[in-house]
């Protein structure tokens, strides 16, 4: 009874009580502001259509001709036939008088929830439609503890995993880059908290992709280094620290640019889960680069100092070559002397997964289809076939019934409103006592349609940006060659999840998201190598070349592959149910991603090359393309058992 309808000129305007001529269709704005300057305090303004502003000035006009405290002085606003404000049209106001201007404002005793809550209602009652569900997603307490705890324990022993085999495989320096991968957790963490993100399963998989990648960076820089001591044994170690970190720039630059592109569009072109991936990924990827090329950088310089780690070659863990690359180098393995039969292979691999999306078909989630998802438990143990049969004989027949883990229940249905999900929850309730829904997602078929849409379309045009930056990068050839691999390993992953039977829903999209990363970033590397060995030996077959640059960065391939290994498994051991088809989707990634890379890739590279007969790329500088530079760079290559010049 305290609000009053005050005006900047004096003048008044509303709908008058009992007089319903307005709509809230003219209602064009509301916005709550604390009005310190006239001493207000919070105030609701209005701003109105142009041609309900000519009706506001008639309505409060003819509200003012009525004395003060008179009902028909005041302004009704209704929202579902109830009364939510009634404020009277100022005594200043005069009798007939009116504004043009359309724009009014509520004072009263408000504070600052009452007056946001007013202003929500009023635009609230200002859609021109009726307000329909498309998106509702409840997780009870238990399913949300449980899921943290376990994220929280795979996390742990995963890093925990993860940091102990680097620091066996490089000793010293692989403990400092541990350390720097702690500090990338920390600064991650830092700026989730700075910017107010939200982290959930698809984030979660940005994070993993970004863990890998500040792995795979230190890898680099260390496997360069050993290839510089093993060329020049006396140089210091400090040189070749130096001089590891300067040749692996441009790989770690070229896939961490890569996923940035990639993460950059899926925030802007994907919706849900897809935006939430890129949210993460683009702040986990600009973390990792920071602590592995500033943190580990400085830590490990600062160790290659001293002399006690430069003296020990077994301490630093870069001195000696790992056992790896000593086996390679001592098979010498012929990879490419017959390339097609790998393109064979993989063609063969594609059929069989084809095949089982036609025959098995692909089980879309309800993100995807519409629909509602609910998972209950029960008191009592219940099969699924008792469970169906219950929910059968109360109306619901097309439901589908699957256990979700802990003896869990998950129905879904294609339409299901809240008496509906009542009567089933009573249902299944006679068969197992007391029933709680742990679970709830709703995602109406237009919301769905658009999902599916987004998604689809925030992949293809990061593939087509990743493909430009490629060829802008490599050559067309490596850049459609790497693009090849990368939709080998989509339809792989896909075509496994179809032959399983496990569902296709945004967990699964954002574990996809994350293969391509890998996908794009194995293939950089690979390429990166061919390009600098390439540049350095133009007179050395292409073939020659590619065998040589795949057994140089095995190494690195073999090492960062089992550091996310070690965080997937924990995942998908400890991770439960929610976490399992992420995980698992992830591991078959990096086993087919690392297959491509080196077995699609680089054979659809040899092959394109020989249609086009493109020439090989220029010389590098500093000397390297003369023929002593030539022979130098073949003399450091502790691999190369082909030409000499």
């Known amino acids: 009874d305290s609000d009053r309808l005050t005006l900047p000129d004096a003048q008044g305007r509303l709908l008058a009580l009992g007089e319903p001529r307005l709509s809230g269709a003219g209602v064009e704005d509301a916005t709550a502001a604390f009005d310190a300057q006239g001493g207000a305090g919070w105030t609701v303004s209005l701003e109105f259509r142009k041609g309900a502003g000519q009706d506001w000035k008639k309505l409060t006009g003819e509200a003012a001709c009525h004395p003060a405290g008179d009902d028909r002085r005041r302004v009704a606003i209704v929202l579902d036939e109830k009364v939510i404000s009634s404020p009277q049209v100022d005594p200043s106001v005069g009798c007939r008088a009116g504004l043009p201007s359309g724009a009014t404002q509520i004072t009263g005793s408000f504070s600052a929830d009452e007056a946001r809550d007013l202003a929500l209602l009023i635009k609230g009652g200002a859609l021109p439609v009726p307000v329909e569900i498309v998106e509702q997603r409840t997780v009870g307490p238990t399913l949300g503890a449980a899921a943290i705890d376990a994220s929280a324990q795979a996390a742990l022993i995963g890093a925990a995993a993860t940091a102990l085999f680097i620091t066996v495989v490089y000793r010293l320096f692989g403990a400092l880059a541990a350390v720097a991968l702690g500090a990338y957790g920390v600064i991650s963490y830092a700026a989730l ?59 770690v630059a070229d896939s961490n640019a890569t996923t940035l592109i990639a993460a950059g569009l899926l925030f802007f072109l994907g919706s849900g889960p ?34 006690f780690v430069s003296d020990y070659r077994g301490v630093n863990g870069i001195a000696r070559p790992g056992a790896v690359r000593t086996w390679l180098v001592r098979k010498d393995p012929k990879l490419f002397r017959k390339s097609a039969r790998w393109l064979v292979v993989s063609a063969a ?64 249905t294609g339409k299901l409103d809240n008496d509906g999900e009542h009567a089933l929850r009573a249902a299944l309730a006679e068969e197992g006592g007391e029933t709680t829904k742990v679970r709830d ?142 995980a698992l989707a992830l591991l078959i990634g990096i086993v087919v991603g690392t297959w491509s890379s080196v077995f699609t890739a680089v054979p659809g590279a040899l092959a394109l090359e020989r249609s086009a007969k493109a020439p090989p790329p220029p010389a590098l500088g500093k000397g390297k393309g003369t023929p002593r530079g030539k022979a130098r760079a073949a003399r450091r290559d502790p691999l190369d058992n082909g030409a000499r010049v």
Request: proline fraction near 2%; charged fraction near 20%.
């Open 193 to 251: 908290v700075a910017l107010g993100v939200t982290l959930t399963l698809p984030g979660l998989a940005g994070f993993v992709l970004a863990i890998g990648m500040a792995v795979d960076a230190n890898v680099l820089v260390f496997e360069r280094a050993r290839e510089e001591c093993a060329d020049r044994p006396t140089r210091s170690l400090r040189s070749a620290l130096t001089t590891g970190f300067r040749k692996a720039w441009s790989a």
């Open 274 to 307: 897809v935006k939430g991936f890129g949210v993460t990924l683009a702040i986990g990827v600009v973390a990792s680069m920071f602590s592995a090329l500033v943190i580990a950088r400085a830590l490990t310089e600062i160790a290659a100092n001293s002399r």
């Open 349 to 412: 691999l594609v059929v069989v997964a084809v095949a089982g999306i036609v025959v098995r078909g692909v089980d879309l989630g309800v993100e995807f289809t519409g629909g509602r998802l609910v998972e209950y438990s029960t008191s009592r143990p219940v099969d699924v076939e008792t469970a169906r049969d219950s929910i059968a004989a109360a109306g619901f027949g097309d439901a589908e019934v699957t256990t979700a883990g802990d003896g869990d229940l998950s129905v879904r």
């Open 441 to 582: 997602e709703l995602i109406g078929p237009s919301l769905g349609d658009e999902l599916r849409r987004n998604a689809l379309i925030a992949l293809g045009v990061a593939v087509a940006v990743q493909l430009a930056y490629l060829a802008v990068r490599f050559r067309w050839t490596f850049a459609v060659a790497s693009v090849v691999a990368m939709v080998h390993d989509v339809i792989l992953v896909v075509g496994a999840f179809a032959w399983l039977g496990r569902p296709v829903d945004g967990i699964f999209l954002a574990a996809l998201l994350t293969v391509i990363g890998y996908s794009v970033n194995d293939s950089v590397v690979v390429f990166d190598r061919v390009r600098e060995l390439w540049g350095a030996n133009r007179r050395t077959p292409l073939d020659t070349i590619a065998r040589r640059a795949v057994l140089q960065t095995v190494p690195r391939t073999v090492n960062t592959g089992m550091g996310a290994l070690f965080i997937l498994a924990a995942l998908a051991v400890l991770g439960g149910d929610s976490l399992a088809d992420f």
